[in-house]
């Protein structure tokens, strides 16, 4: 039987909440990649403890030949790249879920420059058996709306291969930040990737350099102290270490403080949050560039009575779960209609339902754990969320975090 919390706001809430902020889990699997391609490593501070970032760690200290990833996407398709360059042979699988996501728009590109990779099971997922070889570099061609982890796959790798890439991508490009984040890490080893022109960009061959690094806070995570932070308007809350000018794509959501009546400060890698004036009516936004806080506002809005609209969510159909099915089935539970073309887009007209208070399902997906949590502030009954455990997948730390706000009862 799995675990279930039941969540319930504190009868009186502090006046300050101060939040150590997880490493971003982005920066750091980054960071390992080019590490190991590295003649000598760099020295990496605050590396992102979540699951996704020990399960690379675990997997380039070992002996490659079975790597299991679990859950993490990201080290799927990093590994998968990095791997094709290994001497020797190796096999590469991950959980149920990571079994029914697809790879082979990846696999496909890197067959192409030479890559022998074969599924070992259906065609086109997980798992694979890899046997290294030499590249070649030169042009390769991906669609833009693909997850940019494939993208990033091939960036990594490519001041190893020679000549490197020129990487061309077709039609609307999705997640755009996450490209030029890459590309910001690339030139910290000294490698001069860059957009040569709107649709195409260049990481050529060159030599690894390696700098120390200190990984920054994870701004995906910030979102959920700006939910908390528009539901306690009593409380005000530090977020630390933040960085301003970030890479991170997420971070653009900054500039969402005015639509739910936050103040936000800035300084010395602090941040500091308030609820301090009256919220948007209506809420649109386009969330092609930053698909994993979708779940998190899609919540808050319910929660707050916000009308919305949103698009830009492709994405959300193959991540972790189906979360766009999984938004629109777990709402109900708290009271809440969604509406979706089941496709990219979820709007909310104020529609409620009779709330159930059945356990949350959270799918295996820390997200939507920690975006139904701030219910606990509003909701006015318990809250209950099913394999809370899934939060350790890039925030290890949340429900501790969260501890002077709600109280996280383990069901007996």
């Not at 380039?60 to 799927?76: C, E, Q, S, V």
């Not at 004036?277 to 319910?302: G, H, I, W």
């Not at 193959?318 to 089941?342: C, F, H, M, P, W």
């Not at 949350?360 to 099913?386: E, N, Q, S, W």
């Amino acid at each position: 039987m799995s675990q279930v919390y039941i969540l319930r706001r504190k009868a009186e809430l502090p006046k300050v909440v101060s939040v150590a902020l997880p490493a971003s889990k982005s920066i750091s699997n980054r960071l390992l990649i080019l590490n190991a391609l590295c003649e000598k490593p760099c020295q990496i501070e605050n590396l992102s403890d979540s699951d996704d970032t020990k399960v690379m760690v675990e997997a380039l200290k070992g002996d490659l030949k079975h790597i299991d990833i679990g859950a993490a996407g990201t080290a799927m398709r990093f590994l998968t790249a990095y791997l094709t360059l290994q001497p020797g042979v190796h096999e590469i699988t991950g959980s149920e879920r990571m079994r029914k996501r697809p790879i082979g728009t990846l696999v496909n590109a890197l067959r192409a420059q030479g890559a022998q990779i074969e599924y070992m099971g259906e065609e086109g997922f997980p798992p694979l058996r890899i046997t290294g070889a030499t590249l070649k570099g030169g042009d390769v061609v991906f669609p833009g709306d693909i997850s940019s982890q494939y993208i990033t796959a091939f960036m990594l790798i490519a001041p190893v291969v020679p000549g490197g890439f020129t990487i061309k991508l077709t039609g609307t490009i999705n997640s755009r930040p996450y490209i030029d984040m890459t590309m910001a890490i690339l030139r910290k080893y000294g490698v001069d990737a860059h957009w040569c022109a709107e649709d195409t960009l260049v990481v050529p061959e060159g030599k690894l350099v390696s700098i120390p690094v200190n990984v920054e806070g994870d701004w995906t995570a910030v979102s959920y102290w700006y939910a908390l932070a528009a539901l306690c308007p009593e409380t005000e809350f530090r977020l630390n270490p933040l960085d301003v000018d970030s890479t991170q794509g997420d971070s653009r959501t900054a500039s969402f403080l005015e639509a739910f009546g936050l103040n936000g400060d800035l300084n010395n890698r602090v941040a500091t949050l308030a609820r301090k004036s009256a919220m948007t009516e209506y809420f649109k936004y386009d969330f092609r560039n930053q698909p994993d806080m979708a779940q998190t506002y899609v919540v808050l809005c319910c929660l707050l009575g916000i009308k919305f609209r949103f698009n830009g969510l492709e994405s959300l159909k193959i991540k972790e779960t189906d979360r766009i099915s999984a938004l629109v089935a777990e709402l109900k539970k708290i009271g809440y209609v969604i509406q979706t073309n089941d496709k990219d887009e979820i709007w909310y007209e104020g529609e409620r339902c009779e709330a159930t208070y059945e356990p949350i399902k959270t799918y295996k997906d820390h997200r939507m754990a920690m975006a139904f949590a701030p219910a606990a502030m509003v909701l006015g009954h318990d809250l209950l969320i099913d394999e809370p455990s899934v939060v350790s997948k890039s925030y290890p730390n949340f429900w501790n975090d969260i501890a002077p706000l709600i109280d996280v009862i383990p069901q007996e």
